[in-house]
């Protein structure tokens, strides 16, 4: 059968319905075939309105008519279909306004199932055939179907461009490696590309590696906010249970100073009742006295008045009038209580920094890249203030304890066992850094900007309370001519421009903790990279003589 009649037939013999080859034919009146099955549902969706059409020349038929199977017809489908006919392409298998069209097909185009870069053109499924078929066409390199086969066309030769010019980074056909890129360095586009390919790889695994790292830490980062969630619950738990605690033993104390203070009105004042009894009592036996003599005193009988007047009770010796003094037991008791709540709250505001979610932060961000300006670092500057229980006695604090002073005479300041003691004068700040923070500190003279853990000594000895000479701290000493960093007794020289001001740079979570000498510019002095195990302090060290001094500058 001739290829026009085979594309004849599979029009002839398709249902129009399910664009499928006939499966039991039926002729209905007006001369058109369809699957028995498919008339059947497309007249059963009208069995309401009693009209029966024909869905290709709409031919109307009343009463509906009886389908017969068309022996005659579905004999002849079957035997095309031995002969190699097969279905109507449905209408997803033509080419639409974004697909890759059959070069070859004529009429209605179907889609193209590949592309051939011999041959610069695509094929469906059936014009495909021959690549595989004939010999001529096996060596063929098949891609997906493409649109952008005339990019491999050279615009000047209207060759095939299967060189690569590695000189000028481009395509080109054989005929451009005989003129203009003569003598370049070229290669085949298949061995760049094998090249490339290798880099690509290269690169795909270190993404590929990229993605487990990431998904690690987002699994890391997941346990985290587990483990986030759960010490929330069991601190809010256990902070309730100790607050709850606490208010009950204010509550004993307050029922306590209720108690005493009514036992106290109970029994002063049944003394004062008693007193009072008393007096009344001598009030009345007085008035009783004073009422015979008056009655005496009225007597006219001279003799009468004079034999009655030695029988009169001698007064009793009259009591010093009573003195009331200012009550002061309640008033004691008020002030007493006064007192507890001073120190109490004098306790939470001393303490509270222990407590407060600021030296708790959980710093889970990507690691950022130091800044570059100044500007960039003022984004994390911290307002610091210095912590007078840590101060050595020889410093004196001031500027709202953002500056301390060397003084030859030691100040008064309480016994505290924060307080460093001995030579080491030195003093911490009063809140802890976590996560990225930026400050400085202007100085005078001989002095050592360092950061440290809490849990450094304090007491004067082996040397483990100063500052870089233990693995608990680490410091820029600064003097007039030159800097020197140390850390856990390592000295390392620094280089870099005098400065009266030092800049300062952490990053918690990265472990980098950087010195800069600030003027019109800042120049990078020295940067740590360690791992911190501990949320840190900012520390100074005041060398003497006196007025040497150091200043946490107010930066915002």
Same mark, same amino acid.
């Given at each position: ?12 013999? /398709?249902?129009?319905?399910? +664009? ?16 028995m099955n498919c008339i059947k549902g497309f007249w059963d969706e009208r069995d309401e309105k009693e009209i029966y059409s024909c869905p290709q020349c709409r031919q109307s038929f009343t009463p509906r008519p009886v389908l017969l199977k068309n022996t005659m017809l579905a004999a002849l489908v079957e035997e095309l279909k031995k002969t190699g006919l097969q279905a109507a392409p449905a209408d997803h298998c033509y080419a639409g306004a974004e697909d890759v069209a059959c070069d070859f097909c004529n009429g209605r185009k179907l889609k193209a199932i590949k592309s051939c870069l011999q041959c610069l053109a695509s094929f469906c499924e059936k014009h495909l055939q021959p690549h595989f078929e004939s010999e001529t066409f096996k060596k063929h390199k098949?891609?997906?179907? /493409? ?102 033993? +204010? ?205 450094? /000594? ?99």
């Open positions: 059968m001739a290829q026009n009649g085979v594309q004849l037939d599979r029009e002839t013999f /398709s249902c129009s319905i399910c +664009l499928d080859l006939l499966k039991d034919p039926v002729a209905i009146p007006c001369g058109h075939s369809y699957c098949l891609v997906e179907p /493409s649109k952008k086969l005339q990019e491999n066309v050279c615009s000047r030769h209207d060759e095939v461009m299967k060189i690569f010019c590695r000189t000028d980074q481009q395509l080109i056909c054989y005929l451009c490696l005989m003129d203009k890129h003569k003598g370049h360095d070229t290669v085949s586009a298949a061995e760049e590309r094998t090249e490339r390919q290798e880099k690509l790889e290269g690169s795909r695994q270190t993404i590929q590696q990229r993605i487990q790292d990431r998904e690690k830490d987002v699994k890391l980062l997941q346990q985290q906010a587990e483990a986030i969630d759960r010490a929330a619950d069991k601190a809010v738990e256990d902070s309730e249970k100790i607050f709850t605690e606490l208010i009950r033993l +204010l509550e004993k104390r307050s029922s306590d100073v209720k108690q005493q203070v009514r036992s106290q009105q109970k029994r002063e004042e049944s003394r004062v009742k008693e007193l009072q009894e008393k007096l009344e009592q001598e009030i009345t036996e007085l008035k009783r006295e004073d009422a015979e003599l008056k009655k005496l005193s009225h007597t006219e009988d001279h003799s009468q008045f004079l034999h009655n007047y030695p029988s009169l009770s001698p007064l009793s010796q009259s009591a010093s009038s009573i003195h009331i003094s200012p009550l002061s037991c309640f008033e004691d008791v008020t002030a007493a209580v006064s007192e507890v709540r001073d120190k109490l709250q004098d306790v939470l505001r001393e303490e509270w920094t222990t407590v407060s979610l600021t030296g708790t932060e959980v710093d889970v961000l990507l690691p950022q890249p130091e800044p570059k300006t100044r500007a960039g670092f003022l984004k994390y500057s911290r307002e610091i203030t210095l912590d007078p229980n840590t101060a050595n006695t020889h410093l004196l604090l001031s500027e709202g304890n953002r500056k301390a002073t060397f003084m030859s005479q030691q100040q008064s300041y309480s016994s505290h066992p924060d307080r460093f003691t001995g030579w080491s004068y030195q003093v911490l700040s009063s809140v802890s850094l976590t996560g990225r923070c930026y400050w400085e500190v202007e100085r005078r003279g001989e002095v050592s900007v360092a950061v440290a853990y809490k849990n450094i /000594s304090r007491a004067e000895g082996s040397g483990e309370c100063l500052f870089g000479q233990n693995d608990k701290s680490w410091a820029l000493y600064c003097d007039n001519n030159s800097y020197t960093f140390w850390s856990n007794k390592v000295q390392t020289p620094v280089s870099g421009p005098e400065s009266s001001r030092v800049g300062v740079y952490l990053d918690h979570s990265a472990g980098i903790l950087s010195f800069y000498s600030v003027s019109e510019t800042m120049t990078l002095l020295h940067r740590v990279q360690t791992t911190f195990t501990q949320p840190l302090y900012a520390g100074l060290w005041v060398y003497w003589p006196h007025g040497n001094s150091a200043e946490l500058c107010k930066l915002k």
